[in-house]
């Protein structure tokens, strides 16, 4: 992997000069450029460190870094070497971290000040941290600057079968716990290479912008090895939309000239919010595609996005995938999407028959292709009961799906427990376990109601042990930020006496979904154990977290 993405173009290409990156840091004075040859010099550095840290092929490196040119570095340092690396978004909760740490069996943690917090060393003692930045350091710790500047800047890359691992990724599961997602060496590359390539119609030229983190898939596909597999120019950049002002994004464009931009629904929707004036003060004209991804679009946004930001010239390109798997769309001037090569999706009925023409029903995918995931980490069991098991000969994606009289394939959105804010996967029972750890909880469920900007927000029902207790709405948002992380932040907690349950005990999530979005028509109810329950939740809605 890493000789594709690097050695080759430095060595064989005549990149080496080229940009690999412009690094624009969260303040607008903090910038960089960084060139494929001075990359492969960093990463071969990096990567022996790591080995001088008793890192070897096959062995885990978790990365908790903010979107700083070190977290690439240290990615194609493991694959330089042969170990995986397990990136954790920074903006999870150092409990978050820990989880997938012990999971994944990391030997090493890279990672930056400000972000760990102390307990976390002590939960995972054996892990050895490598430091960049300000932190606190620990025994075995050492300094990023301090070893990158005496390590060297040669390092034979270790060479991988096709399919070692390359990398974990954890996403959430069903059942609150979060799933290491396996991807290997030489699919991966193919298909984040073909999809870059074809899906963004690249050009050696062209300044590429994806503006997602590289501590979710689309960052790692779209950041790091589909631009760098083709010798593309990126911008990486580590801070928001709306910092210092909410034409950031639109500065950047003008500043780097970017040619393709890649954006999900819920950045559109926040910077919409301001209007047009903010874009007006920028030159767009040299956009010339829009990608989106991550949720579905609304037609809205979407109208925005291709009228304002793209003026009208820009096909926008919807591409729907997951963690577990890479295929996308095609550049068209509507919203739909067509399977990329080697993709072969197909409706399902509840029953498991395929439905033809014109339809709705479960996206399933007939055969597996090079891009799919391989399996979960250190549990094929759970892989194969996730994905295969609903309908056999199928993977299942969990979303719904329309295809319309032309063959294009519209998504609907999930149709598990799972829910999309700002475009991040979350399983209700993640939430409903982290709100169940606060000692004064007896019961919890959780469900999503649609946000102007989030997509989705999460609606938090919250059964307390003693009743006359006060409200602890504060108390609550607060835990589960400690323990999921701040994009897990529920928007309403609604202390609920009772839950809607059927008489076998089970919650009926459909009525709480209800009485969330205030739909007051809740069709039959014969089924409840108690139907006044619901009643009495519809009259103490939550209207505000
Ligand atoms: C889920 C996967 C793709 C990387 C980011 C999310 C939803 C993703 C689209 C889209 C409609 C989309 C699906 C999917 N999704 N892209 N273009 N249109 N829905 O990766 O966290 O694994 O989430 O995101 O529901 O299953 P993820």
Known sequence: MCYNVLDRHVKEGKLGEKVAYYWEGNSPDHHMTITYRQLLSHVCRCANVLKQMGVKRGDRVSIYLPMIPELIVTMLACARIGAVHSIVFAGFSSESLCERIMDAQSSVLVTAGKLLQHQTYAICLDVTCCCTRSCKMKLRDVWWDEVMRDSPDECEPEWMDAEDPLFILYTSGSTGKPKGVVHTVAGYLLYTSLTFRYVFDHHPDDVY??????????????????????????????????????????EIIEKYKVTKFYTAPTAIRLLMKYGQEPLRKYDLSSLRILGTVGEPINPEAWRWYHEVVGQGRCPVVDTFWQTETHLTSNPDFIFQTFPF??????????????????????????????????????????????????????????????????????ITGRIDDMLNVSGHLMSTAEVEAALMLHQSVSEAAVVSRPHKVKGECLYCFVTLKDRKNSDQSAVFIFSVREKIGPIATPDFIQNAPAL?????????????????????????????????VVEVLFNQRSEAA
């Open 209 to 250: 912008w994806c503006t997602a983190d590289i501590g979710w898939i689309t960052g790692h596909s779209y950041i790091t090895y589909g631009p760098l597999a083709n010798g593309a120019t990126s911008v990486l950049f580590e801070g928001l939309p709306v910092h210092p002002h909410v034409g950031r994004f639109w």
């Open 341 to 410: 090569f080697g993709v072969e999706p197909a409706i399902l009925n509840e029953h498991g028959e395929e439905l033809e023409g014109v339809t709705e029903g479960y996206l399933v995918f007939r055969k597996p292709w090079p891009g799919i995931m391989r399996t979960i980490y250190k549990n094929q069991e759970l892989f194969e009961n996730t994905y295969f098991r609903k309908f056999p000969g199928f993977y299942v994606t969990g979303d719904g799906c329309r295809r319309d009289k032309d063959g294009y394939y519209w």
């Open 500 to 532: 809607p349950k059927t008489r076998s005990g089970k919650i009926m999530r459909r009525i709480l979904r209800q009485i969330a979005r205030n739909e007051k028509d809740l069709g039959d109810l014969s089924t409840l154990a108690d139907p006044k």
